[in-house]
Every structure is written in C-alpha cells, then in structure tokens.
Nanobody, 122 residues
Framework: VQLQASGGGLVQAGGSLRLSCAAS????????VGWFRQAPGKEREFVAA????????YYADSVKDRFTISRDNAKNTVYLQMNSLKPEDTAVYYC????????????????WGQGTQVTVSS
C-alpha cells in the first residue's frame, strides 16, 4: 500500500484544515488507518485512527471534539477534519495503515505516507 498525505498548510488559530490520505496498491478498505504528528524536537504522537470494518474512530484526548476522522473506501481515502486549530497543533502530519486493529503506537503500523506540514499561527 502506498499512502499520500495532503492538505496541510498555514492557518490562523481557530481555523480549520482537512487532511487527506490517499492510498494506492492493495485493497485499502482492509486496513485500519491512523494519523500521527511530529513537531520539531518531539516524538511522533498519535492523533486519530479509524477501523476498516465499521469505521469506528479513536482519538487522542488532545484532539477529541476538535478533529474528525472519516474514510471513503470507494475513493481509497481517509480524511482528518481539523477544527478549532491551536498553535500546539503545529506539526508534520502523517497517515499510516495497519493490517490489524488500529493502535496508538506508530511502530505497529506497516505503511506510512510522506507527511504534510500543518502550521497554526497565533
């Protein structure tokens, strides 16, 4: 599976962005997908994930009620709608796919996209 993340950019605090993770290769619908982010000098951290079966979402506490993850298996794409953005959300955002149940540990994912930069100004 090849993953391509896009949709990042510069936005003011309180604004919104929608990230996309487009997949090609093997059947994307069989994979759980997670979003992670990494700020300069920090470790990669879990943001959100979605299952392939019932599309049940899972969020980090820091983004709950502000971010929404969804997927469109027909388009082989997973989305991350980010609202009420804060400067601390600034990071490179990565999507990743896993053939098993999603996890908040990045090392458990099999495939990674290249990342997209999100910058939130105060």
């Amino acid at each position: 599976v090849q993953l391509q993340a896009s949709g990042g950019g510069l936005v003011q605090a309180g604004g919104s962005l929608r990230l996309s993770c487009a997949a090609s290769g093997r059947t994307f619908s069989s994979y759980d997908v997670g979003w992670f982010r990494q700020a300069p000098g920090k470790e990669r951290e879990f943001v959100a994930a979605i299952s392939w079966g019932d599309s049940s979402p899972y969020y980090a506490d820091s983004v709950k009620d502000r971010f929404t993850i969804s997927r469109d298996n027909a388009k082989n794409t997973v989305y991350l709608q980010m609202n009420s953005l804060k400067p601390e959300d600034t990071a490179v955002y990565y999507c990743a796919a896993r053939g098993l149940r999603y996890s908040d540990y990045p090392e458990r994912y099999d495939y990674w996209g290249q990342g997209t930069q999100v910058t939130v100004s105060s």
